[in-house]
Structures are given as C-alpha cells and as structure tokens.
C-alpha cells in the first residue's frame, strides 16, 4: 500500500503540475497531465496484481490488463473489475489519442484526470472492503 501511495503523489504532482504549465504553455502542460493518468493506472494496476497473486492467481505479463480484471470478478470483485476497465481506457485515450473522447464521459484531459482519479479510489474501496 505504502508504494501505491507513492505513485498516486507522483500522479497528482503531475497534475498540479500540468495545470500550472498550461496557463503558460497549453500542450506541454497537457502532455503532464495524461502522464499523470497513466501514472494513477499502472499504480493501481501493479497493487492489484499483487493483491490477486497473493490470493492465489498469477498473472502472466500476456495480456496481463484482461486477466487482472478477471481475476478480480472471479474473486469476487465483480465492481474493482468494472472501474479498472473504464480506468484502463482513459489511461489508453490519454497514451494513445490526440484529443480526449468525449464517449468515456470527459471534455478536456483535465476531467479525464478527475474522472481517472476517481476511478483509482473506487477500486481502493471495493478490494478493501
């Protein structure tokens, strides 16, 4: 847990970061931003993936992010699965695209941090519990 901490500091320091060079530079700070969404995912994803091989279930690095997310609904963890997978496609659009989709229910990369922010502690709550 101590070392998820770590990467969600390091995520939202980009953030604030990002906000703050965007006033001056928009693209640059833009580029700070979806870092800071893939930061919040592979956190999340490298916590989970422990969780689950401690209970028992190893996860190959082949198609990694899909037996994760099935392996916490076989274990009960149908919702963490759910808010991994939504994550896992902001964290896509913000490595992948040019602009944001507005389909995944987000105008500007600065939403699309909040909403993957949201998404991390979703996931924290539903495997803690």
Known sequence: ??????????ARELFIQGLSISAHNKTKGEIYIRRAISTLYYGIFWYLKEFVEARG???KEYN???TLRESL???????ASQYLRELHLIRKNA?????P????GYRNWKEA?????KLFNLILKEVQR
């Open 1 to 10: 847990m101590e070392l998820l901490r770590v990467w969600e500091e390091v």
């Open 57 to 59: 279930t190893k996860i």
């Open 64 to 66: 990694a992010h899909v």
């Open 73 to 79: 609904k076989a274990k009960g963890y149908e919702k």
């Open 95 to 99: 490595d992948y695209d040019k602009f």
């Open 101 to 104: 989709n507005t389909k995944l």
């Open 113 to 117: 941090f909040e909403k993957a922010y």
